[in-house]
Each structure stands twice: as C-alpha cells, then as structure tokens.
Nanobody
Framework: QVQLVESGGGSVQAGGFLRLSCAAS????????MGWFRQAPGRERERVAR???????TYADSVKGRFTISRDNAKNTLYLQMNSLKPEDTAMYYC????????????????WGQGAQVTVSS
C-alpha cells in the first residue's frame, strides 16, 4: 500500500522560505515520476513542480527561480524548497506520485498525500 505523508507546511511572511517534505512508503520514489501540486480556495489545482525518474525537472512559470523540487532516494523522500514566498503562494500543497518513469499529464499521478497548508502573509 502506497502512502505519501507531507510535512513542513506552516505560516511565513512574504519573502520567507519553507521546505515541504513527502515521505513515501510502499513505493520506490527513485523509479517513478513525482510532483507537487497546490490548490487555493476557489481556484483550480495547479502542478507546481515535477521530477521524473531520471531527475528531469519542470516547474510552473509562477514558481520558476523560487522553488526547487528534489528527491532523496536513500530516504525515499521528495522535497519542495520554497524561497521568496509570496502571498499568492498560499494554498494547500499536495505530494503526488505516478506509476511510470515520466508523468506527461496530471492524470498519470496515481497516489496523493493528505496535503500541507502553506500560508504566506504580506
């Protein structure tokens, strides 16, 4: 049974930073694509970042240069380093994992964590 457990959310002032972690169990993170999504109240879910099994990374334009997705294969854990946070980054952040090496679409993420709230105040 695959489980993804996020941690590291919280409240921070604009310009600050947070690091989200996603610990995976029942799943070998290094073999598959994983990603971070976010959803703010009244808005559609947005894919923030993705990392494939070969380490290839993509980012939403809104976070490029500020967020970094990474993976510790030994710890089977996915991370999202978020710097220079803005109030518009406020959302529930979700870790997601696919069952293939590359996830070409959001529908290819099979497993989801419970979410971690990030709140950025101005």
């Amino acid at each position: 049974q695959v489980q993804l457990v996020e941690s590291g959310g919280g409240s921070v002032q604009a310009g600050g930073f947070l690091r989200l972690s996603c610990a995976a169990s029942g799943y070998t993170a290094s073999r598959y694509c994983m990603g971070w999504f976010r959803q703010a109240p009244g808005r559609e879910r947005e894919r923030v970042a993705r990392i494939d099994s070969d380490g290839y990374r993509t980012y939403a334009d809104s976070v490029k240069g500020r967020f970094t997705i990474s993976r510790d294969n030994a710890k089977n854990t996915l991370y999202l380093q978020m710097n220079s946070l803005k109030p518009e980054d406020t959302a529930m952040y979700y870790c997601a994992a696919g069952a293939r090496a590359t996830c070409y679409s959001d529908s290819q993420y099979s497993y989801w964590g419970q979410g971690a709230q990030v709140t950025v105040s101005s």
